[in-house]
């Protein structure tokens, strides 16, 4: 089984700068593609960034520039570096890693969501 914990949200103010980051533990043979998403209240989820394992990113427009995707192998872990903060960014960030598990499955994993609050 896969597990993703995240880790790095909280209250930042406007202008401001977070760091989240995303491990993945369990049977894992290899990663692919690996992004955050985010839910603002009362809106859907929408792709925040993605990396693959060539290392290509694909950001949303509302935070290209101001937002950069990074990702460790060996660590297993997704870096999402987050600069000039709006108030527009608060919702709940939760990372994705798509897997090969060690028997071989592909699956997607989720994690559990962390809170990014950015005061005007």
């Known amino acids: 089984q896969v597990q993703l914990v995240e880790s790095g949200g909280g209250l930042v103010q406007a202008g401001g700068s977070l760091r989240l980051s995303c491990a993945a533990s369990?049977?894992?043979?290899?990663?692919?593609?690996m992004g955050w998403y985010r839910q603002a209240p009362g809106k859907q989820r929408e792709l925040v960034a993605e990396i693959t394992p060539t290392r290509n990113t694909n950001l949303a427009d509302s935070v290209k520039g101001r937002f950069t995707i990074s990702r460790d192998v060996a660590k297993k872990t997704v870096y999402l570096q987050m600069n000039s903060l709006k108030p527009e960014d608060t919702a709940v960030y939760s990372c994705?890693?798509?897997?090969?598990?060690?028997?071989?499955?592909?699956?997607?994993?989720w994690g559990q969501g962390t809170q990014v609050t950015v005061s005007s």
């Open positions: 994705n890693q798509e897997v090969i598990t060690g028997v071989g499955r592909r699956v997607t994993a």
């Open positions: 369990g049977s894992i043979l290899s990663i692919l593609t």
